[in-house]
Nanobody
Framework: QVQVVESGGGLVQPGGSLRLSCTASGSISSIYTMDWYRQAPGKQRELVARIISGGSTNYASSVKGRFTISRDSAKNMVYLQMNSLKPEDTAVYYC???????????WGQGTQVTVSS
């Protein structure tokens, strides 16, 4: 059974930084596409950043230049480095694993990020 677990959320002041971590246990190979999504109160869940098996990355326009997604396939870890945080980045952040051939999805339980002074 695959489990995806996020950590690293918390309260940070505007302009600050946080690094989220995602641990994938079980059979998560490097072929999986790994994403970070977020959902703010009253809003739909949105894609923040994606990294595919070849290492290519994509970002939402709202975070481009401030957030960086990376992965350590040997450790089954995915990270989201968030810099220059803004109050509008406040949300629950979810890690998502997707197998491009079997179309299998796995979601973590989410970690809260609050940007406030």
């Amino acid at each position: 059974q695959v489990q995806v677990v996020e950590s690293g959320g918390g309260l940070v002041q505007p302009g600050g930084s946080l690094r989220l971590s995602c641990t994938a246990s079980g059979s998560i190979s490097s072929i999986y596409t790994m994403d970070w999504y977020r959902q703010a109160p009253g809003k739909q869940r949105e894609l923040v950043a994606r990294i595919i098996s070849g290492g290519s990355t994509n970002y939402a326009s709202s975070v481009k230049g401030r957030f960086t997604i990376s992965r350590d396939s040997a450790k089954n870890m995915v990270y989201l480095q968030m810099n220059s945080l803004k109050p509008e980045d406040t949300a629950v952040y979810y890690c998502h694993a997707f197998h491009p051939f079997s179309l299998t999805h796995y979601w973590g339980q989410g970690t809260q990020v609050t940007v406030s002074s």
